[in-house]
């Protein structure tokens, strides 16, 4: 079958790095995306990664390798706004996106 | 100016009754669809609707039926609401290439009593 695995919660301090990591097991695969979604709202695109590598954007920055079926998404500086959650989600060969729960990101100061 | 819009944002309804979710979209995007955000927080696909046609409809109640009146809008409705149907109801929509993300409205806490 197909599995999105993604630890369910997270704790980090205020100006440190957090990475968090996401294993996929797809029928075929075309992407792989992430998601923010703060407590009571919808979720929003932060990257998408089809090839092998690391994308940077700003403070956060998403990794993946395809032969291992592994991304991590990785926040730097963290701001007491980047609590939230983080949804790891991977396209199967149908384009359908198949999604994790989610990791909790709980940022103390 | 607003790019994915639905409402009600909350709804509380009994057992029995039949409800609608509205959504539209101002992006000119070619797909939208439905999402169910149950208390374990996964994100499960419903439909999808592109130009008009349904290209998604996974194994969700027959109770519940998407309407397209165009490219902009799709709604929800449910028929027969049970206690299993409370969650939050997303609708998004996206440009319908791979790499296109989705966009997603702000949400319906659909609450059945």
């Known amino acids: 079958g197909q599995n999105i695995d993604q630890p369910t919660e997270m704790t980090a301090t205020e100006g440190a790095i957090v990475q968090i990591n996401c294993t996929y097991q797809t029928s075929g695969f075309n992407g792989l995306f992430w998601y923010q979604q703060h407590a009571g709202e919808a979720p929003t695109f932060l990257s998408y990664?089809?090839l092998d590598g690391l994308e940077e954007k700003g403070r956060f920055s998403s990794f993946l390798s395809r032969s291992k079926g592994y991304s991590y998404l990785l926040l730097k500086e963290l701001q007491m706004k980047d609590s939230a959650s983080y949804l790891c989600a991977a396209m199967d060969s149908n384009y359908q996106l198949i999604w994790g729960a989610g990791t909790k990101l709980i940022i103390k100061p | 100016d607003t790019a994915v819009s639905q409402t009600p944002k909350y709804l509380v309804t009994q057992m029995g009754n039949d409800k609608s979710i509205k959504c539209e979209q101002n992006l000119g995007h070619d797909t939208m669809y439905w999402y169910k955000q149950d208390s374990k927080k996964f994100l499960k696909i419903m439909f999808s609707y592109n130009n008009k046609e349904l290209i998604i409809n996974e194994t969700v109640p027959n109770r519940f039926s998407p309407k397209s009146p165009d490219k902009a809008h799709l709604n929800l409705h449910i028929n027969s609401l049970e206690l299993g149907d409370s969650a939050v109801y997303f609708c998004?929509?996206?440009?319908?290439?791979?790499?296109?993300?989705?966009?997603f409205g702000n949400g319906t806490r659909l609450t059945v009593t």
């Open positions: 990664n089809v």
């Open positions: 998004a929509s996206s440009q319908g290439e791979e790499s296109s993300p989705l966009h």
